[in-house]
Structures are given as C-alpha cells and as structure tokens.
C-alpha cells in the first residue's frame, strides 16, 4: 500500500468490452477531478495467448503494492490449463466480501456474497464416471461475511440471509453463524432458502434490503437482480479484503459486443465511484454516483437498456453532468435528443 499522496490504483482493463468500459471509468474519474497514480498491467487472455501465461507473479508483487484495483473484465476460457485470473487474485488478497449495490429509480438492495470458500473452494477431483467438487463452509469465512453484511445492515433496515439448509447440511453452518452475527450486533434479521429468493427477487424485490449469501448463489442471484434492475452493465461490485480490495462491474468481457463501441459503461463507473468510497474520497463517490443518475435520466442509454447511445455517449453524458453539476439542465446525448422528440414531441 501506498503512504501520503495521490493513492496508487493497479488498472487492469482485461480482455473483451473490459477495456472499453474501464477507459470511460477513467475518463469520469478525471471529469471528477480526481487524481490517481493508475499502475497499468496486461492480464487476461490476450496476454495468456500471447505468453502462455495470463497473470504472473511480478503482476501479483505490482497489484499487492496497489491501494486497490480497478478491473475489467476477463475471459476465461473452457480450457482446463487456464486458471481464472479473478479466483486467483479474491484468492490470493483474500478478498472475501463480495458487495454488490442494485439500484435503479425505485429498487435499491445490496447482495453479500462470500467470494472464498463454498462450492468455489477449488477443492475438486474430476474422473471418467465421477467428477466431485466439496463446498467448504467455515465458521471464520461465515463470521467474516456475516460482519462485512451488518456493517451495511446497520445504515439500513433488514438483513436476509440466504441458504439451502433444508438440504445442505453445511448450510447450517453459515446460517446459524450469520444469526449469531446479526443478534450479537443487534440487526433485524430473517432468512429464506435460496430458491424462494430467486422466485421473490422478481416478484418482490421490495422486500429485500441486505441479502449475505454463499458463494454459488450470489453469483447466481446477482445476474438475476441485474436483470430485474434491467441490465447487466448497470452493476457494480467491490471485492473487499483485510487489507486490498477490487472493484469491477459485475457483467463479463461480452465478446458478443466487444469492439462494437455499444457496452453500457455504467456498472464500470460504478464500480470506480465505490473505489473512490472505499479510498476515503466519499464526496467523489457521491458525485459520480450523483451524474450516472442524472444522465440515465436525461435519456444516455445504450442498446442493453434500450436506448441507441454508444459507449462514448453515455460516458459524455455521466462526464457533462459532472461539469454542469449546479446547472438545472444537464446536458442529454444527441441521438436521445431526437429520440426523445420523437416520441413525446
Ligand atoms: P464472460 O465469458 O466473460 O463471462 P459472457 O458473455 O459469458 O462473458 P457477460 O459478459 O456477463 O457474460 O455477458 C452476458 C450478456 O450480457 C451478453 O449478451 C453481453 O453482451 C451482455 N452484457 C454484459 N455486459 C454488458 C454491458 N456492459 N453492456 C451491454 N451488454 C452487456
């Protein structure tokens, strides 16, 4: 970690629409007059392509150095030599909270997903007729998660935690840890097997306000709330650790729109808005979360959520409501403008 001065942030954009929407994150993080020591690293599948190689232990050495990470996204491909770059670096900084914000005009919950242990446990034996991977639950890994969940619960008014315990005996374990933690720190707390969350998260998103979760479900749980907040590229995330931590939206590299100039660079601002939190700067943060509303409310909208702005649009616009913040009329992206009239003029 860095001492006094501007905080040093490892960038490392990836592979697919990664290196699209982190340029527009860096592009609104200087719009917010923010100043960053950036430690750019080739990792991902095109360096693994390339080298044999997708991250090596120098860039490990370079990141631990790092106040933080800002990460885009990286493929990983179905080859049983690749070893996701994600796991390895939650795994070796220990970046167990897994913080996952959804909002949107009238939802706003928090999904809690322990990122190091579960069915992600890396404890698996693959055979011919029998193929076995063992989700590991500890007491440490559900306290931990349980915490960093009632640290946001306590701002806010309910903790839900989610499991399957009717059928997973080491469901007990998380469940029963995360009500100690919850009575222990005095928050208003239930639970709900996770099958009923998916069903309520569509029917009723309302009624979730903090959600902790195991590893598996959250990934799973969160595609599904991005989808009920209406997009992917919306979401963004912080994987918090003891001492490091990596924000990324939670979308993929999307190779089915890489190159295209179309990605939703939303869930990236996002993500470098709760990196600015995160580094002490909560008045930054507030900013930029402040002008990503504005400007999806002026219209900036790319394909995934309907609209027919570009990248760079939606980054323009988040980037002329942070200039114009005092103005009563932000500025609204060309194209929507026509949009617009069309449809109501
Ligand atoms: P990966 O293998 O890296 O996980 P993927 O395509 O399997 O990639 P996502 O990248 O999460 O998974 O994409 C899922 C779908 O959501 C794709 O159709 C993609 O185009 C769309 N999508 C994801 N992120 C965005 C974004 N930022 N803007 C627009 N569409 C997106």
């Known amino acids: 970690m860095s001492g006094q001065g501007s905080k040093r942030v490892a960038v490392v954009a990836g ?12 592009e609104v993080l200087t719009a917010a007059g923010v100043h960053l020591d950036l430690v750019r690293l080739e990792v991902g599948l ?19 150095q790092c106040d933080c990470i800002l990460f885009g996204a990286i493929t990983t491909p179905p080859d049983p030599g690749y070893r996701s770059v994600l796991l390895r670096l939650r795994r070796a900084l220990d970046l167990y909270a897994n913080i996952r914000p959804f909002q949107s005009s009238d939802l706003d919950f928090i999904i809690v997903r322990e990122n190091t242990e579960g069915l992600y446990s890396g404890r698996e034996e693959v055979g011919e007729e029998e193929s076995r991977t063992t989700r590991v639950i500890t007491r440490r890994g559900s306290e931990r998660i349980a915490e960093a969940a009632c640290d946001l619960a306590a701002k806010r008014r309910l903790l839900t935690i989610i499991h399957k315990s009717n059928v997973l005996k080491s469901d007990w374990l998380f469940l029963q840890t995360c009500r100690e933690v919850a009575e222990r720190r005095g928050i208003p707390c239930e639970d ?7 069903y309520n998260l569509v029917t009723n998103p309302r009624k979730f306000d903090v959600m902790v979760t195991t590893n598996l479900f959250g990934d799973i749980l969160s595609d599904e709330a991005a989808g009920v907040i209406g997009s992917l590229g919306l979401c963004a995330s ?3 650790g003891e001492s490091h931590a990596l924000f990324e939206p939670i979308h993929g590299s999307a190779p089915d729109i890489a190159g295209k100039g179309i990605a939703n660079p939303i869930g990236a ?16 943060a507030g900013r930029i979360e402040a002008a990503v509303r504005r400007a999806l409310a002026t ?12 990248t760079a649009d939606v980054t323009g ?10 103005s009563e009329e932000p500025p609204v992206p060309e194209k929507d403008v026509q949009k617009r009239e069309m449809q109501f003029g």
Do not use: F
Request: charged share 25%; with cysteine; aromatic share 2%.
């Open 15 to 26: 592979d697919g629409i990664g290196p699209e929407v982190v340029e527009s994150a860096l």
């Open 46 to 64: 095109g360096r693994w392509k390339r080298t044999g190689e997708a991250l090596g232990d120098e860039d490990l050495d370079t990141i631990k």
């Open 192 to 198: 709900m097997l996770v099958d009923a969350a998916a």
């Open 238 to 240: 912080a994987n918090i």
């Open 269 to 284: 601002i996002r993500s470098a808005a709760m990196m600015m939190e995160w580094l002490g700067d909560a008045r930054a």
């Open 299 to 310: 219209g900036a909208r790319t394909p995934d959520l309907g609209g027919s702005c570009r």
């Open 317 to 326: 616009a988040v980037v002329g409501c942070l200039m114009a913040e005092q």
